[in-house]
């Protein structure tokens, strides 16, 4: 019979290991998926993991590509896990995402045509704004009356998505677009562009920030009273209570710092890589970062590497799609497996596997 | 100004040295679809790649086609494109509106491949094309068998968004039914989506709780033509045929026909006639077609509307003839006048009859 233990403390050595043990498995798993599709394996994991990085062909434009991808993960995914460490469950960021973008795009288009060098930082403000007033709303909910920040947060995404619909197809919509729904293209005109910094590398000022809330994340949790204050939330709430934690402010605070990164990445999202508001400019960002959040163990550094590795599967995938015609369901059904595997696996590390039976106290 | 995109144009440089050997590494005309959803969706993305599949069939060892499904708009379909490029394509069809700027800054970078875009109006250099259909002909005809078969004299339309394409369509439906059947109701619910089951089925019976007895849908799943069956209404098919619901809920259809579009265009380019072009293929050219219609519609409503899609198939019909007012009872088209296509590309008002408003 096999039984598990709960360990006194996590184990640091499942914990490191997990995630590349789980990674074989998906490995494993995706390879039979694979060759039940008529699929070489072997093949189609290589591509998967290792050309995006490595192939001739593909690589000098992959890589610099990964970091794209993987920037507004990182971001949104930084400010969530303050929250789910101490226990607050913001799961709107796609909304949040949304409306920073709107509102970072609303004024750089309410400036247009100018150029003026302020403009763009003007536009980040605005974003940063627009993410965390969203934020708020359930935020001061459960605050003052209450709510549950899961439901607020997430049917607030909806709204947030016919926002979204209303300002392309109407008060954001280009003047000179025949009457198609779409803004003007942010990145393609000075001023209100989030261009590539430096040449080839794909690093632009969302990618940027996302390296710079890694770092501000990892110095809050280790030296810093509120990191601690976050941590003990989640871990004892009533002991926390008792050490002079306010949970209202911690709850406003996590939930608004979330908002905000959120609300970045969506404006350098929408005045870079994507360029302008269209009906579908949010891409699921939000919701995927809930899941880098976990695979990364709300740990930045961990949250930084399962960025990059979500980036990884995302570009791999379309890869294989593209040169082995591996369906696009398939690769999906293969982000699952890992994600599975990883957080399955996760169980190791809180548990101890005994075998054999129970003795009697 | 230009957008700064100094990481294309590295990619560019880097694949223009290793270019003579992507040439040479393959031999057959590389031909790339982008597809907004996944390729059995059994509409919009189904239909593009029918196209592709005759494609192939029309021009067997010389050509070889690659797809990529499920490709998000905006950011992602940059790299979508730019990562087919250096896999090898020679001629990419990104087949939704919303890949129209991804589709120029690519293109601007690779100057060789040729691009066509479905539904756009952007063409900023000499590779890119578009392409369109001119729906709004398949929807009088819908129109015109919708306003025989309505007993209610309602007929609904599950609008997705309030774009030009979508507001022609119910002003062209709207306008036919009003022709054979004078108290003719539109009623329109927006809902914000090309493809979503759940929505879709949700407004078919809104519809149908307000006294619908005709529906039609500007939406690509089949989910509504499952709520008409149950009530007992009639449906149209919309992009595909749907013909599993036939003959009834679906007594018609209207399809995309994108095949005889992509086998000329790829064939040109094979041949190196390719041109820069725009093109807007209604029923004559068969980019429009009408399913099947079936028993359900009584033999002689079948009739006139077959002498419709033959008068718009000669050109001797335009469904936009005056006089045609504007909502507001402002006149639009004088007697006999023909709308012009720069008009038509650019509706954003409802004729004179529709109640309700565009959303704004």
Redesign the interface.
């Known amino acids: 019979m096999i039984r598990l233990e709960k360990r006194p403390t996590p184990s640091r050595a499942w914990a490191l290991s997990t995630p590349i043990i789980a990674v074989i498995l998906t490995m494993i798993a995706g390879g039979a998926m694979f060759a039940t599709l008529g699929q070489d394996p072997f093949e189609t994991i290589r591509i998967i993991f290792w050309d995006p990085l490595f192939h001739e062909r593909f690589a000098s434009f992959s890589r610099p590509q990964l970091l794209v991808k993987a920037g507004p993960l990182i971001l949104i995914a930084i400010g969530l896990s303050l929250g789910f460490r101490a226990g607050i469950w913001n799961i709107g960021a796609e909304g949040q995402y949304i409306v920073g973008a709107i509102a970072g795009a609303a004024f750089g288009l309410a400036f247009y045509p100018s150029e003026s060098p302020l403009i763009f930082p003007g536009m980040v403000i605005a974003g940063l704004i627009g993410g965390t007033l969203w934020a708020m709303i359930p935020a001061l909910l459960k605050v003052f009356a209450n709510t549950n920040e899961i439901l607020v947060s997430l049917l607030l995404v909806y709204v947030a998505e016919a926002m979204l619909a209303s300002a392309a197809t109407g008060w954001l919509r280009n003047p000179e677009g025949q009457g198609f729904p779409g803004s003007r293209n942010l990145a393609r005109h000075a001023g209100t562009d989030n261009p590539e910094l430096f040449a080839g590398t794909g690093m632009h000022w969302g990618v940027l920030a996302a390296f710079v809330a890694v770092i501000a994340a990892y110095v809050l949790f280790q030296r810093h009273v509120l990191g601690y204050q976050i941590k003990l939330a989640g871990q004892a709430p009533r002991a926390a209570r008792f050490s002079g934690v306010n949970p209202g402010r911690l709850i406003i605070l996590c939930l608004g710092v979330s908002g905000a990164l959120a609300g970045a990445a969506g404006l350098f999202e929408v005045s870079g890589p994507a360029g302008q508001i269209t009906i579908d400019f949010n891409s699921g960002y939000g919701f995927t970062a809930i899941i880098v959040a976990f695979l990364g163990r709300l740990n930045p550094i961990g949250i930084l590497f399962a960025g990059l590795l979500m980036a990884l599967t995302y570009i791999g995938g379309e890869l294989a799609q593209l040169l082995l015609q591996v369906p696009a369901p398939a690769i999906q059904a293969f982000q699952g497996m890992l994600l599975f595997f990883l957080l399955a696996l996760d169980v190791l590390s809180n548990y101890r596997v005994r075998i054999g039976r129970e003795r009697a106290a | 100004?230009?957008?700064?995109t100094?990481?294309l144009?590295?990619?560019a440089l880097?694949?223009g040295l290793?270019g003579a050997a992507?040439a040479d590494s393959h031999d057959p005309f590389q031909v790339g679809f982008i597809y907004v959803g996944?390729?059995g969706d059994f509409g919009w993305t189904y239909e593009h790649d029918q196209g592709r599949l005759a494609v192939e069939e029309a021009y067997g060892d010389q050509v070889e086609t690659?797809?990529?499904?499920?490709v998000?708009?905006?950011?992602?379909a940059?790299?979508?494109i730019?990562?087919?490029i250096?896999?090898g394509a020679d001629m990419i069809f990104t087949t939704s509106?919303?890949y129209?700027?991804a589709t120029n800054?690519v293109a601007a970078q690779f100057p060789d491949v040729l691009f066509e875009h479905a539904t756009?109006?952007l063409r900023e250099h000499p590779n890119v094309s578009t392409y369109s259909a001119r729906f709004y002909e398949g929807r009088a005809v819908l129109g015109h068998i919708a306003g025989h078969m309505t007993e209610s004299n309602t007929i609904g339309y599950i609008a997705s968004?309030?774009?030009?394409e979508v507001i022609r369509g119910i002003n062209s439906a709207y306008l036919h039914a009003r022709a054979v059947n004078p108290d003719v109701e539109m009623r329109v619910v927006w809902v914000?989506t090309w493809f979503d089951p759940a929505v879709e089925a949700d407004a078919a019976q809104a519809l149908i709780d307000a006294g619908v007895d005709v529906l039609m849908q500007h939406t690509d799943s089949t989910a509504p033509q499952a709520v008409a069956q149950e009530a007992g209404i009639i449906s149209f098919g919309q992009a595909s045929d749907m013909a599993q619901f036939a003959p009834a809920p679906r007594v018609a259809s209207i399809i995309d026909n994108w095949a005889p579009y992509y086998i000329e265009r790829v064939g040109q380019a094979i041949e190196g006639t390719w041109e820069q072009a725009d093109t807007w293929d209604g029923i004559g050219p068969g980019m429009v077609e009408i399913g099947e219609m079936t028993e359900t519609i009584p033999a002689e409503v079948r009739e006139s509307a077959q002498a419709m899609i033959d008068a718009i198939a000669a050109g001797e019909y335009h469904p936009f003839t005056g006089p045609i007012n504007r909502q507001d009872g402002t006149a639009w088209l004088a007697e006999g006048e023909v709308a012009d296509d720069g008009t038509l590309?650019?509706?954003?008002f409802y004729v004179e009859g529709i109640t309700g408003e565009i959303?704004?």
């Open positions: 100004m230009k957008r700064t100094t990481l144009t590295g990619v880097a694949t290793a992507i996944p390729t690659v797809y990529l499904e499920n998000p708009e905006g950011a992602d940059e790299r979508a730019t990562t087919m250096l896999g509106f919303g129209m700027e800054a756009g109006y968004f309030p774009i030009p914000y590309a650019g509706m954003d959303p704004n």
